[in-house]
């Protein structure tokens, strides 16, 4: 039987506001939350109420010894719901239901949504190689908790903010040296250099070692700590409430480590949660140090042509001077352009702006070619997924 699936958006009930932590013989990793309904029942029907019971697994994804709780935890409780750490997106992706299809460039261009997948791509990317060295695929306790709801009836519930939000507030509200450490440092862990530190996988969810890890996220980037877990530990507790609201429930609730802290925090004040529109808002686009240091190069460059000219130098040297920096620098950008088996407008294209590409630190001749590369012959997902491997 497969399971049904529920998406906070879909859910129209009143949310329960209070909420009680319950000792009970459950695993480290977990804890059980009552959360009472606020509403008011006649005698005949308080007699048939009772509070919704709300399970927290926190996991690592990563982690064998978390899929082995998951299963045990939902296969001793045997929940009503399942509720997992993932959005629409990132369900479709773990259970392999992405059909292959063309990446819409020109949509992605035209929207401003490159960092984003880029950004996106290298956290997958990093997050893959753990999971190698771990010998465990990521997310592998999302999954084993879904087919463990599918094999007793129960519902899943998808709880997480969809991921294309997080990574736009997590992209547009980072500072321009935010975002140069965090690229940085994914960089650097792609290619191996800088040294982490080292955590034994089997207790990173352990208390110490959760809020130890927290910690260091917010003092290396602070901004990416209140989007990545911060918000979404709001978002998740909210979408918790909708899922467990009338009471005679008994959910499972299968989280990252990370956020168990601040979702219970948030359970066990429901009023702190701020509403869930708030957290799904796109900010708006500002200028950022990058741009403002590109048009400034660029003013250079001009002014310093002009400075040529007003010094006396001939007009007529000047223009002979940049036709042979044109050609000289158009001709070999667009030979190595043809030697990686662009198209004949990718050729063109890095032939038109090798000579201005060449003046500016910040920008490269590949980068515009790769962009008409890219919308003549639209990259699939199959390719983006093939660049993970």
């Not at 497969?2 to 013989?25: F, G, Q």
């Not at 809020?211 to 709001?234: K, M, S």
Request: aromatic share 8%.
């Amino acid at each position: 039987m497969t399971a049904s699936k529920i998406e906070p958006d879909e859910l129209e009930t009143k949310l329960d506001i209070s909420s009680e932590i319950i000792a009970e013989s459950i695993p480290d990793s977990a804890s059980e939350v009552s959360i009472p309904s606020s509403f008011q029942f006649s005698d005949a029907h308080q007699a048939e109420y009772q509070p919704s019971k709300i399970v927290l697994i926190g996991t690592a994804h990563v982690s064998e010894k978390s899929v082995a709780e998951v299963k045990a935890a939902i296969r001793d409780l045997k929940p009503d719901i399942v509720a997992v750490e993932l959005c629409r997106g990132r369900y479709d992706s773990l259970k392999g239901n992405v059909q292959e299809k063309q990446v819409p460039i020109k949509d992605i261009l035209s929207e401003g949504k490159v960092n984003y997948y880029v950004i996106h791509w290298l956290l997958a990317y990093v997050q893959k190689k753990i999971g190698e060295d771990m010998g465990v695929r990521p997310g592998a306790e999302m999954l084993s908790a879904m087919e463990e709801a599918e094999s007793i009836g129960a519902k899943v519930a998808l709880i997480d903010r969809d991921i294309q939000v997080t990574l736009q507030r997590f992209w547009g509200k980072m500072k321009f040296l935010e975002k140069v450490k965090m690229i940085g440092s994914l960089l650097g862990g792609l290619i191996g250099i800088g040294k982490g530190t080292e955590i034994d996988i089997d207790k990173i969810t352990e208390t110490d070692v959760v809020t130890g890890l927290v910690n260091e996220l917010r003092d290396f980037a602070p901004t990416a700590a209140e989007v990545l877990i911060d918000e979404r530990d709001a978002y998740l507790a909210g979408s918790i409430l909708r899922v467990a609201a009338g009471g005679n429930k008994t959910v499972v609730v299968v989280i990252g480590a990370g956020h168990k802290p601040g979702v219970t925090k948030y359970l066990k004040n429901p009023k702190s949660i701020p509403p869930l529109d708030s957290l799904m808002q796109i900010p708006k686009k500002r200028i950022g140090l990058g741009k403002i240091v590109g048009f400034a190069f660029v003013a250079v460059i001009v002014g310093f042509f002009l400075l040529l000219l007003l010094s006396g130098v001939p007009l007529k040297l000047l223009l002979i001077a940049f036709g042979w920096w044109f050609i000289i620098t158009g001709t070999l950008s667009a030979i190595g352009t043809l030697l990686a088996g662009g198209h004949p407008y990718s050729v063109l294209t890095a032939f038109s702006v090798a000579w201005l590409t060449t003046l500016h630190p910040l920008i490269a001749a590949g980068w515009f070619a790769g962009l008409v590369e890219a919308k003549q012959r639209n990259p699939t997902t199959a390719d983006l997924k093939a660049w993970q491997e």
